[in-house]
């Protein structure tokens, strides 16, 4: 069966950094596009970050741009979110998803998910 595992959240303070990783098993990581999400407290699932299946296109919300980067090494079939100058309105649940083909931007569009992982930023 499909699973998602993220790790990598915690608490950090404002201006800090975290590596959020994401491993997948039970398809074939190599070939589907991979997102990242997030879900702060009263609000809905948001896209943060998407990337191709060979890493080679990503695109990322606009609030996160030049501050986030999203990576994958298919050989550990493995996605990551590199968060820098986290500010508090970065803290949320992130959660990596398997893009089923479609958008990148539509939740409606990825069919399996992780658990998340807690990532809180302190001011």
């Known amino acids: 069966q499909v699973q998602l595992v993220e790790s990598g959240g915690g608490l950090v303070q404002a201006g800090g950094s975290l590596t959020l990783s994401c491993v997948a098993s039970?398809?074939?990581?190599?070939?589907?596009?991979m997102g990242w999400f997030r879900q702060a407290p009263g609000e809905g699932r948001r896209f943060v970050a998407a990337?191709?299946?060979?890493?080679?296109?990503?695109d990322y919300r606009q609030s996160v741009k030049g501050r986030f980067t999203i990576s994958r090494d298919n050989s550990k079939n493995t996605v990551y979110l590199q968060m820098n100058n986290l500010q508090p309105e970065d803290t949320a649940v992130y959660y990596c998803?398997?893009?089923?083909?479609?958008?990148?931007?539509?939740?409606?569009?990825?069919?399996?998910w992780g658990q998340g992982t807690q990532v809180t930023v302190s001011s």
């Open positions: 998803a398997k893009n089923r083909g479609g958008s990148w931007f539509s939740n409606e569009e990825y069919d399996y």
């Open positions: 990337t191709n299946w060979n890493g080679s296109t990503k």
């Open positions: 039970g398809f074939t990581f190599s070939t589907y596009d």
